[in-house]
């Protein structure tokens, strides 16, 4: 598995973007999908997710209603579309997959195996 989120930018407030975060390694095996992110000086937070098998999603209060997750059906790209940002959404944004082999507990950071590099988002006022 080889992550790479990418479609990050400076963007203004109300805006919108679209982050898609491809695998160019073996198809995924993992159990959920899932982006974090992280603002300068603070810890990684989560964002979203979604399971490659009920497809089911899951979100942060901070984003409800305004970030929607989303996958293809081969299951090799995923996407957060953000809409209605806000200056505290700038962080840089991550996407990642647990190993398979044991479901993870989403908003855990350390349950992920897989991390890809992540795309810097900027929302100014």
């Known amino acids: 598995v080889q992550l790479q989120a990418s479609g990050g930018g400076l963007v203004q407030a109300g805006g919108f973007l679209r982050l898609p975060c491809t695998n160019s390694?073996?198809?995924?095996?993992?159990?959920?999908l899932s982006w974090f992110r992280q603002a300068p000086g603070k810890e990684r937070e989560y964002v979203a997710s979604?399971?490659?098998?009920?497809?089911?999603?899951s979100y942060a209060d901070a984003v409800k209603g305004r970030f929607t997750i989303s996958k293809d059906g081969a299951w090799r790209a995923v996407w957060l579309q953000m809409n209605s940002l806000k200056p505290e959404d700038t962080a840089v944004y991550y996407c990642?997959?647990?190993?398979?082999?044991?479901?993870?507990?989403?908003?855990?950071?350390?349950?992920?195996?897989?991390w890809g590099r992540g795309t810097l988002v900027t929302v100014s006022s």
């Open positions: 979604i399971d490659s098998i009920s497809s089911r999603t």
């Open positions: 990642a997959v647990d190993n398979g082999m044991t479901r993870p507990n989403i908003f855990r950071p350390q349950d992920y195996a897989h």
């Open positions: 390694g073996r198809p995924f095996g993992s159990y959920v």
